[in-house]
């Protein structure tokens, strides 16, 4: 094995030049060039070696002569100078004429632990989740997480084109945020103390402070156990809340236009990312509202499909998703007017019928990836909902004082961004759709 080889940018004859990225090198043609990356393939037709170079931005071919590969190994870390030539039978109709090889990073493996360079992945999951870093490598797999950054990028460029903040808010906490027992307790300074679920007080908090208009792009924490295709003990959470609304129905309208920003964004920017999954988006989606008896009534007269009391399960997201298919064209459904009893206790009333809710999940092909809804904004009628619920006001103080001092009608919803991600991409798992999984049998790498 060859020791670490001296990297050459420093050299005389290449002094000032700097490193391009794969995806740039369109605008560099019969111009000399710098790359950085990643051996992803060597082919030796004994007169001349091919190279394949992978850095994040995408893969080039080489063209070498036999005595510049010298112990050069797949997932060697290289650079490499050359000049960027158009060739009709390469890959992207370009490829680089290398004048040097410098190994900059050593592979000491003995065997690569699944292919990377083959165009199918065979790898069983649990194996790529074990060697993650490693699977990354795979451009179909670092695809994935090019495009979730840019659902995240959009859901932020969405938001502060309306007006709202960025916040940031405390993962440790004191008390349950909606009162539920799935909580990962923390040994606080010898203080029980909680992992967050959800940023809901303090989002609802920040609303009253003055702030009005607010999102959250942070991890929260379910210690739910469930150890399924579609679960998460930790997970990212897309938070929205705003004050002085009319109803939930804005808020339907509100993330039915981000949905609407984010299509026609990816389409836009990743487009090689689509491509590989062979996903077309479309440029505008309408989302059907049905209220949850009516889903209830749908699945029971049309699949013969009973529904638990207040909700419906996993089968049932399929099947109204499919309905919803077939007659609006739509892969997206809101449900609305979940009852009381299925509801946090800070979830507002609804106006004609009590034991209903202003609130609504979002159906994304088969799958709920959004709980939202209008907030009770008046203090005595929230503590008493508190109460109703069997649990302390003394508990809450911290969220309750805002409530004392005017705050206003308000709502707001939340978005998992893995499981938007599988969707977008039909995934399998939502696995795949998480950079460093945390479920139940999961603590490494």
Not at 335 to 340: A, G, R
Not at 409 to 434: S, V
Request: aromatic share 10%; with cysteine; proline share 3%.
């Amino acid at each position: 094995m060859a020791q670490l080889k001296r990297a050459f940018t420093n050299d005389k004859e290449n002094e000032g030049l700097k490193r391009v990225f794969i995806n740039e090198l369109k605008d560099y043609t019969n111009q000399k060039v710098l790359l950085r990356g990643w051996v992803h393939k060597i082919t030796d037709l004994s007169h001349v070696v091919f190279i394949r170079l992978r850095d994040k931005s995408g893969i080039i071919q080489l063209v070498c002569e036999k005595n510049q590969i010298k112990d050069l190994r797949l997932e060697n870390a290289i650079e490499v100078i050359g000049t960027v030539c158009t060739n009709e039978k390469a890959p992207g109709k370009i490829e680089i004429q290398v004048k040097k090889i410098e190994i900059v990073g050593n592979a000491y493996y003995d065997k690569l632990p699944f292919e990377i360079n083959s165009l199918k992945n065979k790898a069983a999951l649990e194996t790529q989740l074990d060697h993650r870093t490693i699977s990354l490598r795979r451009p179909e797999i670092r695809a994935i997480f090019k495009v979730q950054n840019e659902i995240e990028s959009a859901f932020r460029n969405y938001l502060k084109e309306r007006n709202f903040e960025q916040i940031h808010t405390a993962k440790i906490i004191d008390s349950s945020t909606e009162g539920g027992s799935e909580m990962f307790t923390v040994n606080y300074f010898d203080r029980r103390s909680f992992l967050a679920q959800s940023p809901q007080f303090y989002k609802q908090m920040m609303v009253g402070a003055g702030l009005e208009r607010v999102f959250e792009i942070g991890h929260a924490y379910r210690a739910e156990l469930h150890n399924t295709w579609r679960h998460l003990n930790e997970y990212v959470s897309l938070d929205v809340e705003v004050g002085f609304i009319k109803d939930e129905f804005e808020l339907m309208d509100l993330e039915e236009g981000f949905i609407n920003y984010l299509f026609n964004h990816l389409n836009k920017v990743c487009k090689k990312e689509l491509e590989m999954y062979k996903i077309d988006l479309p440029n505008e989606v309408f989302i059907p509202r049905i209220t949850l008896e009516e889903a209830h009534d749908i699945l029971l007269y049309k699949y013969n499909k009973k529904s638990p009391i207040g909700n419906i399960d996993s089968e049932g997201e399929v099947l109204i998703s499919k309905y919803v298919k077939e007659k609006y064209n739509c892969d997206f459904v809101f449900l609305t007017k979940y009852p009381v009893s299925k509801r946090p206790m800070y979830t507002m009333p609804d106006d004609k019928n009590k034991d209903l809710t202003k609130s609504f999940d979002l159906i994304y092909d088969g799958l709920e990836i959004t709980t939202g809804g209008q907030r009770i904004n008046d203090y005595q009628m929230l503590k008493d909902n508190i109460i109703k619920f069997g649990l302390n006001p003394d508990d809450f103080d911290f969220y309750l004082e805002t409530f004392k001092y005017g705050m206003p009608p308000h709502g707001g919803f939340a978005i998992g961004l893995e499981r938007l991600t599988m969707k977008i991409l039909k995934l399998t798992n939502i696995r795949e759709a998480t950079l460093i999984p945390r479920d139940m049998k999961r603590l490494t790498p």
